[in-house]
């Protein structure tokens, strides 16, 4: 197993309140995650983590001993120590390997247009971005298209004026030749997204492509800024 740093995080992706329609690059897309990178050198701020997330619509409502069957599939035989809880809709399974640790979350969500696996993990190293990508993709993959979005989350120390924050915006897009269009704005927030020709995969919102989706959240009292770097789409923001 690679000696990475591995934090799985839960997300509920909200089908609600936008039309989101899903198209799938081949396996051979992760030119993708090279694309993201190139557009995360250009954002100021240090990298403080990766994430891939997935989810996938299935047939049928997962059991007990589904659930189980993929926890184990994620977290293999190399195992010093582990836990985890399974319930009928939920999974988590958390063990180390030397000096590093993974844990790994899996929800079943079902709503008026079906049963939903979510998948997400957050990873520390970006060696380990690819080949988690790879894996995500043969997993939900097996179940139909599925949805796979990666990202990319940097801290800035210190405060951006709002002209600077977005010239930053501008640098990153403009890495990949991508449009640039605000997608959402409130105090300390700002978001936009684009969409680059170069970049395989995207979704379809309110009738528009997009696979670029940079976020800047400000925190006052601890004088930083958080900004995320994705494609197609940060999930949680939907």
Partial sequence: MEKTICI???FILSMASITLAVE???????????????VSEKIAGEVVGYSIQGHVKVDEIYSKEELDKELKFFLGQDLDY??????????????SLGDTY????????????????????????????ITAHNHMFTKVSKYGEPFIAASIHKIYNGTLSSSFKLDNIEKGFSQVDASLNLDSEGAGYIGYVGYAESIENHVMINDEKVNLHITVSTDE???LEYINIATPLIINSY
């Fill in 8 to 10: 799985i995080i839960i």
């Fill in 24 to 38: 799938t690059a081949p396996a051979e897309g992760v030119s993708d995650i090279y694309s993201l990178m190139k």
């Fill in 82 to 95: 582990a836990t985890t809880d399974i319930t009928e809709d939920y999974a988590y399974g958390e063990w």
């Fill in 102 to 129: 993974h844990n790994l979350s899996m929800v079943v969500d079902s709503d008026n247009q079906g049963t939903y696996v979510v998948y997400s993990l957050e990873l520390s190293q970006e060696s380990c971005l």
């Fill in 221 to 223: 009292t601890q004088n």
